[in-house]
């Protein structure tokens, strides 16, 4: 079976569920790289329910970011269908002069899309990583929050992630990440506005 055939006997129904299993595992990539930038095994720290949402939280997260990778994606496959053209058109006239039968190289959109999506989303995620891998190392980071904790303490921090159980970030002055459950530890998350 060719790809092109097995994308035409897909339904609907296993579109979507191709499409989601593979956010699913850009998602995990996605993680892994953002949390192993800051020394963060996260796999003690996550829960089934931050994976499954990983797509949707990694896709809206800026929509600039969304955008950029969009564009991005469009502007490269609309290049490559005219690369594909040329490769074929060069094919056919080689096979011409040598007396054979043209092997054209065929053209696939969903393929072309997903390794694309891959490399644009995964380039963009690791340098995003290590521009706050470094600001965390340098001390360069904004304090962006105000935490309140159960026994009514407040620290200024800058957060640098969360999960659903768990909050990530640098208190003023530190050049490590601390982890703290939100349950029954952190009663309010104020964001500082920026002036």
């Keep these: 079976m060719t790809t092109t055939s097995f994308f035409k006997n897909l339904s609907v129904q296993e ?22 930038s800051l020394g ?6 996550i829960a089934i329910t931050d994976i499954l949402l990983a797509p949707i939280n990694m896709l809206f997260l800026d929509y600039r970011y969304t955008l950029i ?3 991005v994606i469009f502007l490269a496959s609309y290049l490559l269908k005219f690369a594909f053209l040329g490769v074929n058109k060069m094919l056919e006239t080689t096979a011409q002069k040598a007396n054979r039968p043209a092997r054209k190289i065929a053209y696939h959109p969903i393929i072309t899309f997903t390794i694309l999506f891959s490399y644009v989303f995964l380039v963009l995620s690791s340098n995003m990583a290590e521009s706050v891998s470094s600001r965390v190392k340098n001390k360069s980071y904004r304090l962006n929050t105000v935490l309140t904790f159960a026994d009514n303490t407040q620290k200024e921090v800058s957060v640098v992630a969360t999960t659903s159980v768990y909050i990530f970030y640098v208190e003023a002055g530190e050049d490590v990440v601390t982890i703290a459950p939100i349950g029954g530890n952190v009663k309010a998350i104020k964001r500082i506005k920026r002036k």
Excluded at 15 to 36: C, D, F, H, P, Q
Excluded at 40 to 45: K, Q
Aim: zero cysteines; a negative charge; charged letters at 5%.
């Design 15 to 36: 579109y979507i569920a191709l499409g989601y299993l593979y956010l699913v595992l850009i998602g995990v990539i996605n993680i892994v790289l953002y949390y192993s």
């Design 69 to 71: 990778v969009v564009l």
């Design 40 to 45: 963060v095994n996260i796999f003690d720290y």
